[in-house]
C-alpha cells in the first residue's frame, strides 16, 4: 500500500508537550517497559482491545474508558525479570538479569483519563568488562503522560488517546553489597543526570468499541498521528494508520445473573490481531481467563494465553508454533490488587516473569 497524501497538522498543546530532539535507538527496550504496564493483559497473551470490564481496558483500547461509570484513583508498581538461561559462574548478582520496573498513577471517569507513569529496563552488558564484585547495564528509562477521552450509547463507544514523554538511556553500575540500593538509586533517582543520552516521543490513537451482551468487538489503531522531530509537526499518515490498525474479539459470560446476583464463575475469551499492514510486526494473540468471584471486590483469577508473530507472507492463521505462551493469576482484595505473570517465548530459553501490585478507589 503506498503512502498516501500527507496531511500535516500542528497543535501547539501537544507539541509543547513533545519539543522534540531525535530519539535515540532503544526501541525494543520501550516494548518492553509497556508491556509491564498491564500484567493481565500480558497473562493472556497481551490481547484485550475488545475487552471492556475492568478499570485499566482502556490502556489496550481507549474507548473502553466509557464503559466504567464511576470515577476511578489508582496508583500501581510492578516488577518483572527476563531471565536468559542460567547465570554465569562468575556472575556476581546472579539474580539479576534483565530487571523491568513500572510504576503508575491514574486518574479517571467516564470521560476523561489522565495516566503517569515511569519505567526501566536494565540490560546486562558482558560480565568481563564489569568492576570486581559489580554488573555494568545499559538503563533504559521512559517517563510518560497520557490523556484519553472516550464517548458512547448503550453499545457502541469511541476513544480518543494522546501519549508523550521522554527517553533516557545510561551505563549504571549496580553492587554486589548493595545490589538493591544501586538499583533504586541509579536507576530512578539519577535517571536525568546529564550523563544520559535522552528523546522525547510522541503517539496517539483512536479506538471503536461494539458490545452486546456477552461479545463485544474492538478496533483500534496506535498510530493516528506521528510526530515530525525535526518541524515538531502532527502528521496524519494513512499508510501508517493502516500499519497500526488492530481487530479484537471477546466473549464474556454474565458477571450478574438475571436477578442481579453476582455469578461465581466468569469467563473472559479474547482474540485479538495487531499491527494488519505492518508486514514485520502483524501478530494475532489469543487470552483465557476464569475469575471466580466471592464478592463484586474479592475474586480470583487464572489466566493463560498464546501470541505469535505472523508477517505478511504467512498464513493469518497457520501457527508455526514459534510464539510465546503466556501464564498468570490475579486477583482482588478489597482495593488492593495482584498480578502475576510468566511468559516463555517458545523459541529461545528465555523465560518472563513478573508481579504487580495496584491499590484504587
Not at 553492587?175 to 530512578?188: F, K, L, N, P
Not at 496506535?222 to 481487530?247: K, R
Not at 475474586?299 to 501457527?319: N, V
Amino acid at each position: 500500500m503506498g503512502k498516501l497524501h500527507r496531511i500535516r497538522y500542528t497543535i501547539l498543546l501537544l507539541s509543547g508537550l513533545c519539543l522534540a530532539s531525535p530519539l535515540f535507538a532503544a526501541i525494543d527496550d520501550t516494548d518492553t517497559i509497556a508491556r509491564y504496564s498491564d500484567l493481565r493483559s500480558l497473562a493472556m497473551g497481551s490481547a484485550g482491545i475488545a475487552l471492556s470490564e475492568v478499570n485499566g481496558s482502556f490502556h489496550r483500547n481507549p474507548a473502553a474508558l466509557f464503559r466504567r461509570e464511576e470515577p476511578l484513583f489508582r496508583i500501581g508498581a510492578r516488577y518483572g525479570e527476563l531471565i536468559v538461561g542460567s547465570p554465569e559462574a562468575n556472575d556476581p548478582i546472579p539474580w539479576i538479569q534483565r530487571p523491568a520496573t513500572a510504576f503508575e498513577m491514574l486518574f479517571s471517569n467516564r470521560y476523561v483519563a489522565l495516566s503517569l507513569g515511569l519505567g526501566n529496563v536494565l540490560d546486562q552488558e558482558p560480565l568481563e568488562l564489569n568492576e570486581a564484585n559489580s554488573k555494568a547495564f545499559t538503563a533504559y528509562n521512559d517517563s510518560r503522560i497520557q490523556m484519553t477521552a472516550a464517548y458512547g450509547w448503550e453499545h457502541i463507544s469511541v476513544g480518543l488517546f494522546a501519549r508523550g514523554g521522554n527517553r533516557t538511556q545510561r551505563d549504571v553500575v549496580i553492587r554486589e553489597g548493595s545490589a538493591v540500593a544501586d538499583y533504586i538509586t541509579r536507576t530512578y533517582l539519577e535517571r536525568y543526570d546529564r550523563k544520559s543520552s535522552d528523546g522525547q516521543f510522541f503517539s496517539s490513537g483512536v479506538g471503536l468499541l461494539l458490545s452486546y451482551q456477552w461479545v463485544s468487538i474492538g478496533l483500534l489503531t496506535n498510530s493516528l498521528f506521528n510526530l515530525d522531530y525535526e518541524t515538531n509537526e502532527l502528521i496524519l499518515d494513512g499508510a501508517d494508520v493502516f500499519n497500526g490498525a488492530a481487530i479484537g474479539l471477546a466473549f464474556t459470560s454474565p458477571v450478574f445473573d438475571r436477578n442481579n446476583e453476582l455469578n461465581r464463575l466468569v469467563v473472559n475469551g479474547v482474540f485479538d490481531v495487531t499491527d494488519l499492514g505492518d508486514s514485520d510486526k502483524r501478530a494475532v494473540r489469543f487470552g483465557l481467563e476464569g475469575k471466580v468471584q466471592f464478592l463484586s471486590n474479592l475474586w480470583a483469577a487464572l489466566r493463560t494465553g498464546y501470541a505469535e508473530h505472523r508477517p505478511a507472507g504467512q498464513a493469518l492463521f497457520g501457527l508455526s508454533g514459534t510464539g510465546s505462551l503466556t501464564f498468570g493469576a490475579g486477583g482482588r482484595i478489597g482495593n488492593m490488587g495482584i498480578d502475576l505473570g510468566v511468559e516463555i517465548p517458545l523459541d529461545t530459553e528465555a523465560v518472563a516473569i513478573s508481579a504487580g501490585l495496584t491499590w484504587g478507589m
